[in-house]
């Protein structure tokens, strides 16, 4: 691995926080919009140098970031994404008290995103995951309602709790093997040991970031935090995080510090929490009336999905990252169609039935929806089925065939909730013949215009990754996506 | 060995505080003593100066990162008492049994 | 007893009651004592580990910033809130096992592995602190430093008011 | 040869034109959507220059230069039945669904969609390829019945989705195993190297278990008369005249190549399903008061057979198999066709309700009992030729056993002719007496589809020809004569 | 003129051509469509005597012959005309024919014509490509065509519920036949591999003898739903419901005969079994014996030609089981005459007193001669009173049985006293005393007289060709056997006699069987209870479990659990989402017990190491 200099390795970050700092200064002069653009503008900087590093062979620099290929190239679909959600939440931000901070914390959410993404070192682990967690209270609590309050409230309690557990395993690892924190001195140090304080330590880690994923039994911030966070808040902190921390946690686990870990363990641990996910995650989804805390439920069962990958070990990253990359889309055009809708129908009480016939009188909106529902139930034709495809695939590949048999199931019993918004959205209203539910706009709506162009970008790209590889295969997706 | 009997002990303590204190302020100090004993043994651990891998384990690299967890901890207590001020303002309380508005 | 084991002993004599004064006390002020005696305490360990820039750290962020934060925090919260300062638990059994389980894995899973430190092991003092925070931890120290930036941003939008 | 590729690519065109140019107007759309269809029966035509029509496997451009080349489409004996099938049921669809007015762009946009999507299926020479366009079909069909359906639409639109996609996910699990064991996914690669697959009796079952779901077999079947009762016309007519058909080409192509072995062990269970398919589906067809409802059980039964020639085993089975196909897809979609037409004038499909509709509508009596009496099985009609073979087939593989096929027999003889009795025959409704019989446009699908009943019935090679020895290499591969 | 008889096919071809026209172009026609019809059976009658012709003639062999491969190899249709099928072309060209011309008068012009005489010329297409078919397959295809026919025929006033039920009864006892049929061929595929006439007749000595006369018995089957023999035989009385000159064809003359030609053109196959010859005879014998007591009970005319005619063919499968399949054809055409004569008559009788009904008929003689007079000839003929047709081919009948099985015999001779004693009753009702309906009968129009006096003519004088019969038939002609004769027709004088007493009624209103033992007689009406037990036991039980398997097993069992497995779902999912109580401390013990049991986990999984 030729070394790169740590500088370039974290440039993407760097150009982001100038973004970030332009934001700030902005929202001090009171220039909302302008601090928006200014934050989205870094973010969308930081995703085009990220991009042009991806050419480079994957390669740890400085002990304490690994760049190029796969890991450049998530890094680089975190802040874009980011970057667009963050345009898209403009109507939102633009109408709320000191919107361009909040747009500033969210480019910190999604840079700290990006550099556990690209992390080689448990205290750049660390203190990314506790800029990542500052941010995603902050905007939770933004909505200014008694739940959103209570929930930021409780995202804390737990967040810090999940923290010093960290610092706790950092502590047993670091004080016992390493001389730095870096996974190059760690695994060093280790040496192939895989004595009892290594494996306390891998649980430790492991329930630090699994809490961050939402993974049950850590999930219990999600449901409330986004049902209460402002939908455009939610859009970002669904979907992005789970992204870097996934592969965070597949270089952690399976290449960088506890590879020789007893594969069996991995596969029980991963396999527990994958499975627990699933299960929680798409029954208790059967079982929501709210649209917002629906998509939480539905963040866990796919979160499930992606605990599959580490199971199985390395070769499963570039599938595990694929599936992720849809959900991240897909969550995020499902609450930016949210918000559209809550600026559309004011009297909308945030129930799935409560989007009655939004399909018909929103026709865009409407396609917006069907495209995301239909790619987090991982039908073919959209992103989604080839992340399934290719996560369910490898562990059919490593033999475990009932894995990838529970899986499908629950993405079968998950069209229950998804089925249920499509339902709602265009077979509700009068019977045929028919207008939609009394969607006469109410005089002062100003439709979240920002929020649905954001959400039909993210769109084209569910359908694009969905349509290429019938024709062009999947040999581009192995290629940009190798972690090698 | 006693050094993690005794850092391990006020982990879970705090972490029983945590879990078992009505009021918010004191699991916010609950917190505290995690985080705490938390960084007490990572400091402990380094500096058993024990030579692994031809450098001396701990030295400033232990020292440094101490500081770093010290600084996160305090960042981390500060959000926590600015949302506990929001709360606090809000409900009128900081019973935090009383806070279960949101579920289901 | 060697004097390396009575220091000890003091030391972790105190740092123990502060935590489980801060746990258990009934009265908002006996809890911000022990808070203060358990940090106290930790910032001792630290000196008597020779990391006596890490224990001047604890003493100068911690007794002087948090603790301040957290009497301040009790004040403002308290004023506003006609509760009386009487802070109760609710001791369950979900708890007691949940904290006891995970005391009892971890101590089983180190205990053989772990030796005590032993005072003076630890040769540092503050100028090679400085050289690896401003060396090979740069990029950490900088990390830290937006990250406390995102932190003053968010307390301010959450604790400051509406006028904005 | 592009004509191949042209089945998929010129309905999708279709849906394009469609929603390009006939959002605002009720009329607009539907003409569009017929040229677009007619164009599909005109490519398939210009294919039978290539020899389709005498079995000859024609192949579409290869246009992935890729190691994963997904796109790749081939008619051959197997698909070309089922193809004309589609090209013939396209226009028909239309022409039922010419008097919807509300939604009109959305609703041809979707039945081009779900005609492409069906040549996909029968073209899919590629197994993930097969996978993508097998679940692509439930999309429109979910909107057509959930929008345009009738009072109970959503639950039937929910139940139908979930049901077949849970049967195509043990597919998928089954078509991973195949796909990721055996390193390739073109249909013929990975047939080849069969052999290297661990566990083939897991990969037959997990793959039979969603063509079972979707023929249907008869414990997995309550989806299909939910599903029909609630859909418009035209969904009714490509679900009955082509979803179904999809079971049972996916078990020819996929499952019994794959795992030859494990279908010659399967062979007695397929009988059984088969059996009691024919007899219990004929049975509830016979205690049902909802006319749609009756056709869909019928729907059950004659798939029934398709199960039983397929057990047989041999070439002949198989084309019985083919023929029922064929058959039902003719038979199912007119007399759904003639139901509709009778619901718009009455608004009720409850046989206790209807009397003597022969005298009041006596062009429409004609055609219903020309349906029911080709559902019956009437030699000289499409239905004759399948099921006989069916029963030759099923007799020369299972002997006795096949008498309750014999009784499964009588009882559809019964339902068809209690429908007829129950909705044409006894004095005139005094409720019914003034409305009007078809029209002419009503006519010209219903004629189009029994003008195919009787050239079938009367010369059954048409279909025979076109499988060529598709069959043959299939019956060769299970080992049978 | 004999070359039109290689056009096998054409006897199909054409009245199939003619049934489309008469059906589209119906409307148009108005009442000129019956001549159109009537073309079809003309062009059949035809090519059966320009076959029956060369046959006489002496050539050997199939006249005209082809096939063509229909469903891939071995399953073939073919078509060949020989002795037997021009024989059996004749009478159904004939009758047709007649029956053409009679329902041209008997139907109104309100009627729906096009449907009539389109399914009338539909049905002689069907019934010659089931004679003229050189297999198995061509043959069931015919069979199950005409079936079809004689559905829609009997349902011709379907705004009639009895008609539309009867319609359907028929079908379906019919439909149970050729599942028989459909199963004997089913074997002869898996047996032969080849479903044409020779190949088959070729194997049979090969088969063993088990499977030969399984197949026997499997034809047998088939034969009994079409001709319905006992115990298929309950949809033939229903069947009355149809127009009268569609009984005289299909019910007395054609259809039912096919199951006698089936048996007579398979009887290679058929008499190649001892045992299944015995069946058929026992069968036949019985059906005779018991159609006949039923008949001399009826009060509808038409009901006790119905009875008469399930009586007189089981006389012909009687003769077959005997072994004589040609002494059965002889009688097969001589009934065809004057079976379809009395038919014919009884039609024009409800032409012109409008009812069915016997006890409100009688004393036509002097209102309807010519009716009367043909009829007369026709109850003769029945009856067996020399020298008319029926003496002749009974007798032979008669004396086959005799020499087959005495007790049969005997059985038989009583059959044919019944007959007699019943077709005199019916007369007697009719023709004679004081009339006792409404209205003033009269004679039909002329294309109601032709008819009655051309089979007149026919009835009378086929006894006497015997021989050109027996030998287009296949076989040889017997001489009359002078005992057997003299014996059946004492019995049948005697049988008249009673019948003449019986059928002697009082003045107006009289109960037309005021007969002592009115229990027994009112049991024999109704076809001795058998239809009520076969209501009983099939068709009720059918209905029933069919409701059962809907209501209780798809919709209670298999639908439920499908919905139950979505219900059960939504219950887990609210009690996982009860999980979310809402309480951070909750949420944090939850996040805390997660940790230690992974903890308990690894240290579980690792103590090994």
Redesign the interface.
Known sequence: METVSLASAFAPHIVAVVGVALAIMADAFGRRALAVFGASAGLAGGAVVAGIAHGRPAAISGDLAVSGAGFSVVSAVVLGLAAVVVIGSLGWLRSTPSGGGLAALAAVVAIAAAAIAQGADLLVLLISLEAMAVGGYALVWSARTEASTEAALKFFVQGAVATSLFVLGLAILFGMYGASTSYVWLRAGMAGMTAPPVTTAFVLIAVALAYKLGAFPFHSWAPDAFESAPPHASALLAGIPKLAVVVALMFLFTRAVFPYIDPTIALWVFGALAVASMAFGVFGGLAQRSYTRMLAYSGIAQVGYALVAPALGAPAMMAVAVLLIAYAAAAAVAYLIAGYVRSVRPEWDGTIAGLAGVGRSHPLAGAALVVAMFSLVGMPLTAGFWGKFLVFGMAVSAGFWWLALVGVLASVVSFGYYGAVLKAAYFEGADPGGQGAADSPAPETTPDVPAVTAACVLTLVLLGIGVAPLFIGLRWVATLLSFA | MNLLVVAMLLFSVGLYGVLTRRDLVAVLASIEVMLGSATLLLVGLGATGEMIAGTQVGGGTVEATGVMIIVLAAAEAAIGLALVVAVARRFRTTRIDELTGVKG | MSIESVV?AIL?GV??AG??V???ARD?TR??IG?AA??LS?AG??VY???S??GV??LF??VG??LV??VF??M???R??E?SPY??????I??????????I???????D??????AG????GTD??A???LG??L??FE??G??????L????????G?E? | MLAVDLLVAVPLLGVAAVIALGRGSATRPRAIALAFSVAFTAVFASLASAGVLTGTAVDGIRLAREAFPFWTLRIDGLSAPLLALTAVLGPVAVLASWGVREKAAAHHALLLGLQASIAGVFLAADVILLYVFWEAVLIPMYFLIGVWGHEDRRHAAMKFFIYTFAGSAFMLVGILTAVFQTGHTGLAEVLDSAFVLGQPTLVFWLIAAGMLVKIPAVPVHTWLADAHVEAPTAGSILLAGVLLKMGGYGLLRLALPIAPEVFEAARPILAVLGGVGIFYGAALALAQTDLKRLVALSSVSHMGFVLLGISAGTERGFAAAMLVMVSHGLVAPLLFLLVGQLYDRTHTRDIERFSGMGATLPRWATLFTFAALASLGLPGLSGFPGEFLAVVAGFGAWSYSIVPVMAGLVLAAAYNLRAVKGTLHGEIAEEWAEISDISAGDLVPAVVLAACIVALGVWPMFVLDMTGDALALIAALAGGM | MTGIATYGWSVVAVPLVIAVLAATAGRVLGTRVAALAALAPAWVFAVGVAASARVLAGEEGAIASGSVEWLGAGLTVGWAIDGLTALMLLVVGLVAFLVVVFSRGYLGPGEALPRYFAVLALFTGAMSALLVADGFLGLFIGWELVGVCSYLLIGYWFTRPEASTAAVKAFLTTRVGDMGLLLALALLWREVGDLSYTAVFAAVPGMEASTVSTIGLLLLVGAVGKSAQFPLHIWLPDAMEGPTPVSALIHAATMVAAGVFLLARAWPVVGASADVQTIILVLGGFTAIAAAGSAGAQRDIKKVLAYSTISQLGFMFAAIGAGAWVVAMFHLVTHAAFKALLFLGAGSVIHATGTQRLDAMGGLLKKMPLTAGTWFVGAAALAGIPPLSGFFSKDEVLHTVVGADLGWGVMLFAASTLTAFYITRTTVLVFFGSYRGEGVPHEGGWDLRVPLVVLAAFAAALGFAGGPIAELAGGHHGEIDVLVASIATALAVLGIAVGAVSGIRPKQGADVTKLAFVGPLRWARNGWGFDEIVRQTVTRPACATARVLDRVVDRGVVDRSVEGVGALARLVGRGYSALQSGDTQWYTTLLGAGTVALLALVAYLGRGV
């Open positions: 000890f972790a740092a123990l935590g489980i801060t746990v258990f908002v809890m911000v808070l358990f940090l930790i360990f630290f580990w020779k990391a820039f890490l750290v604890q962020v911690y910033g948090v934060l957290f925090a009790i403002l919260v308290h506003s809130t509760g802070l109760e638990t609710r001791h369950d979900a708890s007691i096992t949940v904290a006891g389980g995970l005391f894995m971890v101590v089983t899973a180190l205990k592995f772990v030796h005590d430190p032993v092991a630890m040769v540092t090679e602190v050289a690896v925070l090979p931890m990029t950490h990390m830290v937006v990250m406390l930036l995102a932190v941003v968010a307390v301010v939008i959450i604790v400051g509406e904005r």
